[in-house]
């Protein structure tokens, strides 16, 4: 069996020892030196990533990309066949030049940033590392620790490698980076006979990465590098693809399409001129070819992209969340399915003692986490586990002896403290332990400050708390020199500890009856994911201070029992419901207990479901079409290792769901990679989990991912307007330019009249539906159904009928003008022949001039009825849309401008008439007033009600 797969948590020190060929003398220098050569350097490695280079170039392989290279390819081969009349082609060239490389910058630097989660790795890992080497102890480099390498830990120590413990004195680690959960695990080198146990359940091993907060001892190491509980995350975040965002895949999707278009068209009009009317030579008819080539082609659309999804970036920030990846933003408006971590993100990570079981009452406290408000409330106890404190019921505090002394202890029996923060008053800022640290935010509350009950004792020593011990003792001397125990732990060992019981001021006996009550009360608690422990007290004799355990933990006075919890965040619950009625599906993943998980759960409203919680020791048994049903049916999973939440993460991806991940720790880092959205925290977020994520949010709050999926929709709204105006606009100029030629009939807008119309006259207010206001409701409506792409039937009816819409008018005042011109729609016997002769010339510029205009008007009209996919423009408030007014005024003046300024003679345009404005402005209104909302599909616009949420989601 090879090194990493051993099950050193079921191995005895000995055999561990025996194992490596070590003792307790270490290794020998030449031993260790020997076995670098076998096992390899303790450091990380990097696995199949690929150069800046390679990654800059990939840039370039999207279609839509393609397509702007291509459109770059035909203006300048416009310039080389116009010659010298050909600088709008350059100028065209020179545009789309500097929207591809803008484009391609970004997405690398993107890509780039979200490739340094090694490094963020490597930031973490112990530089240095205390060992034995031929029995003396010797401060080395953490790389060149070898299996079999004897270390010494002590607090504030990172753990340089994975042990198996060997001595501890009340030894305590972080691991929260690698389990997610901020409780310091107590360790012991007692032997584990449990199956597969979790991470943090082996509590006789230690991890590479994990904090030494308290105690010390020594371990024999038993893997490195990445061999490691930590070189696992590493090859898994490296090995986890971070897969295109559903926005990606649409503008894919529609550079094929576009692509395709542009080349059939652009291939049958040079076909038609040069082989059916035989009356254009080759250079002629490719010059038209390029024109409707450019017509088609949307070359603002990527920069418009960009911009609106900076633009919700921007929004973000101001709702506590901060975007990485810009594409993240509108794949938020997708997402289908939130996979949340428990502590910090759905709770508050500020443990709140919430009831207190006296023996002459049972008490409740208001206020949650360390907030300085907070009530005391008379109660029957946490019997339905959600049941809120008797506002209407006051507990007199002054006048219970009994809850004074009880609280009076946790002050004393702590080793934890507590200040205001810095940066809310209203709050207190615990440290040391979070358990400790409630019973002295209750105590503050009750009007017991920490500061004066400590002064009037002075500590003289202490029985810390270990896991086989389950309590931890203190002992003092008051100001009368009196000396007192006071101990706090596990319930049934301090009442197994207890011989008396403190009732309303008095010590007495303690029966049989009262320790029933007192253990059922317990139970109540635990079962309610309740964190229960005991306090006591007895006074001591003075002596010199030698105290043993079992002499003062004995014959203990029972003060009572505490029953705290992490509570959940304010606003949670609203957000929860918030998001099962737009369609989303939360779920809980957790390194917590089922008990806990499940119980929170229920009580914010994340589950609804009878069904028990999946453990991780029950998904290592499931395959993955077992897996691929559970995550269908359950909503909450405890006690999850790293490879856990990949497994459930690909699970719901299989299912086409799309998928955000939250996490804090680096064990999340490999399913937040893999995740649609990887989701970390701000403020406990580890580096490497920053790293992998799309978005991290500064308030750690579950209610600011809501908050950003509702930004997502509407961003995703907003780009729908504008690819629906963008391309249906585009679709027009195609047409107009298609049918005139295959008529036979001159083109009717020149290649720069058709570059200015895609980026001056479109530009602005496709950029201003970037940001225009939202659709109403967007948050009572189901997401999109995963795998959708944005240009749906109904999307491409409107484009569709959009562009027929503007050929109808354009076409219409250029065969007028054509007509009026010279008395009758001519037949036209090639470009070369007629309209070459002055007579001809002058009315085919002022044909293409009118039409020009009527499709830049038409444009602007038409601009304001893909606002809206459900309703028609009187019944959308468009007096929001003050950027959008604002831009197509800004269009329409530059218009003017090329119409009745000296840049006619560069654009080839001549003034209209007033004649011809009147013909141009009524036509123009067709798309103004045409119903195309009706074009949309009834459903897109329907409410999503739980039972549609949970068909899709399920």
């Known amino acids: 069996m090879s090194v990493r797969e051993h099950e050193w ?84 060239a020179i545009v789309i030049t500097a929207i591809v490389l803008i484009n391609a ?70 691991e929260s980076t690698l389990t997610g959960e901020s409780i310091a695990v107590q360790k012991s080198s007692k032997v584990i006979t449990t199956e597969n146990p979790a991470l943090g359940d082996r509590t006789n ?37 971070q897969e295109p965002t559903p926005l990606q895949l649409d503008l894919k999707d529609l550079g094929k399409r576009l692509g395709g278009v542009v080349l059939i068209i652009s291939i049958l009009v040079f076909i038609a ?109 946490p019997e339905d586990c959600i049941a809120q404190p008797d506002v209407n019921n006051p507990f007199d505090v002054e006048k219970s002896v009994d809850l004074k002394m009880l609280l009076k202890a946790g002050q004393l029996c702590s080793t934890a403290n507590i200040s205001l923060a810095s940066n809310d008053k209203s709050n207190w800022k615990v440290v040391g332990d979070p358990t ?49 125990a006071f101990s706090k732990g596990a319930p049934e060992v301090i009442l197994g500890l207890s011989t008396k019981i403190y009732i309303n001021g008095e010590i007495v006996e303690f029966n049989t009856e009262k320790q029933s009550e007192l253990l059922s009360a317990n139970s109540i608690m ?29 014959s203990l006075v029972f003060l009572g029992l505490v029953g705290m919890i992490d509570p959940p965040r304010e606003g949670v619950i609203e957000a929860i419901n918030k998001s099962r009625r737009a ?32 453990t991780g020791a029950e998904l290592n048994e499931m395959s993955d079409e077992e897996l691929d049903r559970i995550v269908g049916e359950r909503d909450v999973f405890a006690r999850v290792a790293p490879e856990h939440k990949l497994r459930i993460v690909q699970a719901l991806k299989r299912q086409n769901q799309v998928v955000a991940m939250t996490g804090d720790g680096v064990n999340d880092a490999p399913a ?86 895609n980026l001056v006259t479109d530009g602005p207010p496709a950029l201003a539906l970037g940001f225009d206001p939202p659709p109403k409701g967007i948050m009572s409506r189901c997401p999109r159904k995963p795998g959708a792409r944005m240009l749906d039937k109904g999307m491409v009816r409107m484009i569709l009928v959009g562009g027929f819409l503007a050929t109808i008018a354009a076409s219409s005042i250029y065969l007028y003008v054509l007509w009026a011109g010279i008395g009758h729609i001519p037949k036209i016997t090639g470009p070369s022949v007629d309209w070459l002769l002055p007579q001809y010339a002058e009315t085919l510029v002022l044909a293409q001039t009118a039409t020009f205009t009527t499709m830049v008007l038409f444009q602007l009209l038409w601009v304001w009825n893909v606002r809206d996919e459900w309703n028609p423009v009187w019944r959308t408030n468009v007096r929001e849309s003050r950027g959008l007014f604002i831009s197509v005024a800004f269009s329409f003046v530059l218009t003017l401008l090329v119409l009745y300024t000296p840049l006619s003679i560069a654009f080839g345009t001549t003034q209209l008439s007033l004649e011809l404005w009147v013909a141009i402005v009524g036509l123009s209104l067709i798309g103004f007033l045409a119903p195309v909302y009706r074009l949309m599909p009834k459903e897109s616009n329907e409410v999503c009600d739980e039972e549609q949420a949970v068909s899709m989601n399920r």
């Open 205 to 241: 091993l230690v991890f590479q990465g994990s904090i030494v907060s308290a105690g010390k001892g020594t371990a024999v190491i038993t893997s490195t590098g990445m061999t490691t509980e930590f070189g696992k995350i590493a090859q898994l975040v490296q090995e986890s693809k």
């Open 436 to 484: 400790e640290g409630a019973l002295l935010v209750a105590a503050e509350k009750a009007g017991l400050h920490l500061h004066e009950t400590r002064s009037q004792y002075e500590e003289l020593t202490e029985f810390a708390f270990d896991s086989k011990r389950k309590r931890m003792t203190t002992i003092l001397k008051d100001k009368n020199g009196q000396t007192w």
């Open 672 to 757: 937040i990679k893999t995740a649609d959205v990887g989701i970390s925290m701000g403020i406990r977020g580890a580096g490497v989990t920053k790293e992998a994520s799309d978005l991290i949010l500064t308030d750690d709050n579950f209610s600011t991912i809501v908050s950003a999926i509702e930004i997502g929709r509407e961003i995703y709204a907003n780009i729908r307007k504008f690819v629906r105006f963008l391309l249906s606009a585009n679709a027009g100029e195609v047409l107009i330019v298609f049918v005139m030629v295959m008529i036979g009939l001159p083109i009717p807008l020149t290649p720069v009249e058709i570059l200015w119309i």
């Open 273 to 381: 001129l040069v082989f059916i009317n035989a009356t254009y030579d080759w250079n002629e008819a490719l010059f038209v070819g390029i024109a409707i080539a450019v017509a088609a082609i949307p070359e603002g659309l990527p920069a418009i992209v960009t911009v609106t999804l900076a633009i919700g970036v921007t929004r973000m920030v101001k709702r506590n969340a901060v975007v990485r990846r810009l594409p993240s933003v509108e794949t938020l408006g997708s997402i289908t399915v939130i996979c949340s971590d428990k502590t910090g993100t759905i709770t508050k990570n500020e443990m709140t003692v919430r009831y207190i079981h006296l023996s002459s009452a049972i008490v409740s406290i208001s206020g949650t986490g360390y907030s300085k408000e907070g009530e005391f409330h008379k109660s029957s106890g």
């Open 526 to 554: 635990a079962s309610c994911a309740m964190r229960v422990l005991a306090l006591a007290f007895r006074k001591l004799d003075a002596n010199t201070g030698e105290w043993t355990e079992g002499e003062v933990e004995s």
């Open 105 to 174: 910058v970004f997405g690398f630097v993107q890509e780039y940033r979200s490739e340094q989660a090694l490094e963020a790795l490597k930031d973490l890992s112990a530089p240095k590392a205390i060992a034995k080497r031929s029995g003396e102890w010797k401060e080395i480099e953490a790389r060149f620790l070898v299996p079999g390498d004897i270390v010494s830990l002590e607090a504030g120590d990172i753990v340089p490698a994975d042990g198996r413990i060997l001595n501890f004195a009340g030894l305590e680690t972080d």
């Open 583 to 614: 369609g989303i599906r939360p779920i809980m993943i957790t390194g917590d207990h089922a008990l806990t998980a499940r119980s929170i759960a229920k009580s914010v409203g994340l589950t609804q479901s009878e069904l028990e919680g999946v």
């Open 9 to 92: 948590f079921k191995e005895t020190s000995d055999s561990t020892l025996m194992h490596f060929n070590s003792s307790m003398d270490g290794l020998s220098d030449n031993e260790a030196e020997r076995r670098i050569n076998e096992y390899g350097l303790n450091e990380l490695k990097e696995v199949g990533r690929i150069g800046p280079l390679r990654m800059f170039f990939q840039q370039f392989a999207n279609p839509m990309v393609i397509i702007l290279l291509f459109a770059i390819f035909i203006s300048v081969v416009t310039v080389t066949l116009q010659g010298s009349h050909g600088g709008e082609g350059f100028i065209d």
